[in-house]
């Protein structure tokens, strides 16, 4: 019962981070890791310590945009259903949208696809001082592209190793990158996608696309399973998010943001003025 | 005594904008616009408006982007220290990053001046279902442009025209066009930046050129004063927000883009599929 287990030690709020962070060459296993652990926090907990994470979020990007020398990639992966337009709804709000852009990836155009994978994200990737978040990524291209062969298998399978080269590229020139991946059971999908389908304001969302990914559910959960395993280094790591519910999603969510960002040595950079002396008229 | 008398009557609430606009096709006087003008509305009050707008901006962001029909466009222009950066900040907050992106327009690159002087924002102009925000715009062609004569006065004379015209475009290809102007008393200004010269935390942001641009107050402001005549149209209208204060500036910019937002005929699609019939397992 290791998932049993695990949910039983309670790691305190600085360690979430640590305990979700998918451990570079190290085996990773998706079926071991539980969509509704919680380590114990319960509701109530975690909406406090979401609403706090979001208070110093907003100070960080502050911090961030003055002092001008960084800046973070966060990249959303999930299933369908799996949550990533509601956590940017519900924790990517607490940043200015001046300094924070939001790219959602969809179906490439054919001018996309004249060009390499990863032409278009590098286009979308942050300027120093803000955020740029993905909603969806590069990663579909070992992903929807790997599970339909919509390539040769020789060409998907040199790209986690060209994902990896072009990261490094990213985080050796001051990008900090944060790659989020939310975890839920098939169970959640399928309530989850019942309810678009019979919610008046939601059908808008429902896709006939989404019962044909359904039925690749395991194919698609090997997929994630290898790119969370070739894909989690030192410079760009991926975390494990379990997203069946989402108060704890968004609290993780948050805390993992606010742990990256400390990781910076933000200052607020002074002017080479002697500004001392002036005196406006 | 024209600004006292105007002052005096306390338009409601939903009669703001209305009071605001630059009407089209009239003359118009900066120096009769009076920069701390409320209307009777105290700052309590304001607080409270505010916030609630806020919600309801939130609310018809999601139906803009679930209908999918309709964008916005926002363009802010305003005298240095006038509280750009600010009102997106106190604002704009209030809309989902995913959805909406702000463009800050600086000094143009060498690339962006090998092109027309619109090249740029139309670039960044809304997709459909979202938001953009110009933070400066191509309104600064007729702006610094103008009163530093960067380009031939025949150049800049025929781009008022050009700027009309180019907004007629997006507006018919279902774009809301807003345009907000900020508008501070020279003494405000003054205060704005003495406090970012003393305040440790503020001084990054103060440049030496805000000094020079102090010294051309008069020709700025009858740059923006031509600019808010020639180029407030039924399409694209122009709103001068008196905005010494920032609770009343943030009351009123946030009750235009409500009132704007609320006059698109916005609903949330219906699927096409027979919804009633599909259950999932």
Known sequence: MPNKKRND?????RDVPDALRVKPDSKFKLRD??????????KDKCVVATADNRNKLEQLQFQLYADGRFSMLVVIQAIDGGG????????FTAFN????????FKAPSSEVLQHDFLWRVHKAAPARGSI???????YEDVLIVRVNDLVPRAVWERRYDQINEFERILAECDTRIVKLFLHISKEEQRERFQDRLDDRKKNWKFDLGDLEKRTQWDAYNEAFEIMLEKCSTAHAPWYVIPANRKWFRDFAVSQ?????LEQLPLKFPQTRLDVG???LV
Chains 1, 2 share one sequence.
């Open 33 to 42: 890791a539980d969509a509704t652990r919680d380590f114990g926090w319960d």
């Open 97 to 104: 949208p001046q300094g924070c852009t939001v790219t959602a």
């Open 277 to 279: 002396s002036i005196k």
């Open 84 to 91: 990533k337009d509601s956590t940017i709804r519900r924790v």
């Open 256 to 260: 993992i943001l606010r742990y990256e």
């Open 9 to 13: 030690k309670k790691p305190s709020r």
């Open 132 to 138: 740029a978040v993905f909603n969806r990524s590069h």
